[in-house]
């Protein structure tokens, strides 16, 4: 009986909880100032515009309504909450610079952390600050070392600098990539069909490995899944399957207990990738431990991954413990740095090797200024000389930008200012926006880096050759590198994209010299669907999951 009244207890509790939710909900879009924006009506009052979201390809659809209502409108989420979504570079500009008052959405934390942990990819405000200024570069030096309140710490490895170095690591797991491939071309008799998606993220999976945590993962070695790469596709994997139990599990705190699918392979894959941090960490602290008892200088020297500066960060004597990073801390950056430094890369490359089979031209002309290299192991300095080469990793980090959009909500009211004013239901035209807080802000990453207005009408199509002559509009678009929104901006920008630009192009180089690359399926059959990036479907293929086919011929190039 006491049972019984706990849970009758618990249920009204939860339902008290999620009534006054939506009545809070209900009052904040009742009274909501983007009521005067224009905008698509929406068809469902449970589902808003989500649906029909979700069954477009990624920005296709806001894309549509811009055209039709502006560069700032409004719509529907889920149960009707609205959604401000615009295009306007300085409202953008507004929203990325002031990162205090727009934040990360509490449902989008949770959803983020269950895949990444809390690490600096969740964390906000000071706590976010904290960790990003032990780990972001500093200009570089002789000794290669950033300060950070008063001590020095030798740097990471997303620097400039490190960068530079590091290239070899990109190099060397980019030439054991071709060989596994070339491999596969001589048991198909030639023509190989291989999944390139799994392929890369492999490769790239064992350069984060060694060059932010000093550590091999073998993922390329043997024919065996990596338990690791396999609990990152796990967590990855995007369907074509809508379900709401996620979503409202998010918004709602009190009905986390409800199950929804793949929460059984989630946790096994969280828990690999915690295990896996710990046994790194303890590793990082027992290398540094035997280095500082034999006072060998070199190794604590040579000892210029992340993992190293974290752990050292954690171990100084000379710091605060309000400016130091917990055990804690440092585990959640493990997973969030594996993620973020092999599964965008992998995914972007994915989807150059794509682009390439649908312009062979370019394919060639490619493969031809890469030819003019007399070595197999160019150095950094050497990628970023090809003019050709970086043209085709930016227009692939434009059209198919790894992460799509991002989401904010205002944490307090606020006025964001537009560039083009838009004209409200009132009749009067705007140049700004109120805010109330807990409004949600989209940000538009996919659909400004393909904007007609900035790119011209051939903005979707994949074109190199567009970034001989860069529109003076795109240098507007408030993005930390390459005039677009890709690696985002503001003090939340990406602070790994050189690292990750330089192992594209090391990748491309390798493999673009060595095969010639065809699409093993019709392009119509491939489509894109997001579980926080964009991964490729076979559309015919449904329950083989995210993969890119490609028919793969060694080049043999004429003396």
């Known amino acids: 009986m006491a049972i019984l009244l706990l849970l009758g207890s618990l249920s009204a509790t939860i339902l008290i909880y999620g009534l006054g939710r939506l009545c809070a909900l209900a009052y904040r879009e009742l009274v909501s100032p983007l009521k005067n924006l224009p905008g698509p009506k929406s068809k469902s009052i449970i589902y808003g ?16 309504w811009v055209e039709e209502y502006g560069n700032t409108i409004q719509y529907k989420g889920l149960f009707g909450m609205r959604r401000l979504f615009t295009m306007d570079t300085r ?12 934040q990360k959405p509490a449902a989008a934390r949770y959803n983020l952390s269950r895949v990444v942990g809390p690490g600096l990819l969740v964390v906000e405000e000071d706590k976010h600050k904290l960790q990003r200024k032990i780990m972001v570069t500093a200009p570089p030096s002789p000794l290669i070392e950033i300060v950070f309140t008063g001590a020095r710490w030798q740097n990471p490895a997303f620097g400039a600098a490190q960068v530079r170095e590091l290239t070899e690591i990109f190099v060397e797991k980019s030439i054991q990539l071709r060989e596994k491939w070339a491999n596969e071309s001589s048991k198909q008799g030639g023509t190989a069909r291989v999944d390139v998606l799994s392929w890369l993220s492999r490769t790239t999976l064992d350069i984060i490995g060694l060059a932010g945590f000093n550590y091999k993962f073998h993922a390329l070695d043997g024919d065996k899944p990596n338990e690791l790469n396999e609990a990152f596709a796990t967590s990855f994997r995007s369907g074509t399957s809508l379900s709401l139990i996620p979503v409202i599990r998010a918004w709602i705190p009190a009905l986390r207990f409800l199950p ?3 929460d059984a392979e989630i946790k096994v894959a969280t828990d690999t990738m915690s295990r896996i941090g710990r046994e790194l960490i303890d590793g990082s602290k027992k290398a540094m431990s035997e280095s500082m008892e034999k006072g060998d200088s070199a190794s ?22 309000s400016q130091r990073l917990d055990d804690q801390d440092i585990l959640a950056q493990v997973p969030t740095f594996l993620a973020a430094g092999h599964e965008t890369t992998s995914t972007g490359t994915t989807w150059a090797l794509y ?10 002309k490619l493969r031809e200024e890469l030819f003019t290299v007399s070595t197999d ?49 009132d009749g009067i035209l705007h140049d700004e926006v109120r805010i109330t807080a807990g409004q949600t802000i989209i940000i538009p990453i996919l659909a400004m880096n393909r904007a007609k207005s900035i790119w011209g009408e051939d903005s979707h199509e994949f074109r190199p050759e567009r970034w001989a002559s860069v529109p003076e509009a795109a240098s507007t678009i408030p993005g930390i590198w390459g005039n677009m929104l890709t690696f985002l901006g503001g003090p939340r ?10 192992e594209m192009k090391a990748l491309l180089f390798t493999l673009i010299r060595a095969f010639e690359f065809e699409l093993a399926v019709p392009a119509k059959d491939i489509i894109k669907k997001s579980a926080i990036v964009q991964r490729p479907l076979v559309a015919s293929d449904p329950k083989g999951g995210n993969q890119m086919p490609l028919l793969i011929t060694p080049y043999h190039r004429e003396s």
């Open 49 to 64: 515009h989500f649906k029909e979201i979700w069954e477009a390809e990624n920005s296709v659809l806001h894309e549509k």
């Open 91 to 102: 409202a953008l500009n507004h929203v990325l610079m002031n990162s205090y008052n727009y």
């Open 260 to 262: 929804a699918e793949k």
């Open 300 to 321: 604590k020297r040579a000892t210029r991954d992340l993992l190293s500066l974290l752990v050292r960060a954690n171990t100084a004597t000379d710091l605060p413990a």
């Open 355 to 364: 682009a390439l089979t649908q312009n062979i031209e370019v394919q060639n």
């Open 377 to 425: 192991n160019p150095t950094m300095d050497e990628l970023n000389a090809l003019p050709y080469l970086d043209a085709v990793v930016r227009e692939t980090m434009r059209v198919h930008a790894p992460v799509p959009s991002t989401i904010r909500v205002a944490m307090k009211d606020d006025v964001v200012p537009l560039n083009e004013p838009f004209r409200g239901h």
């Open 493 to 502: 920008a990406c602070i790994g994209y050189k690292f990750s630009l330089v």
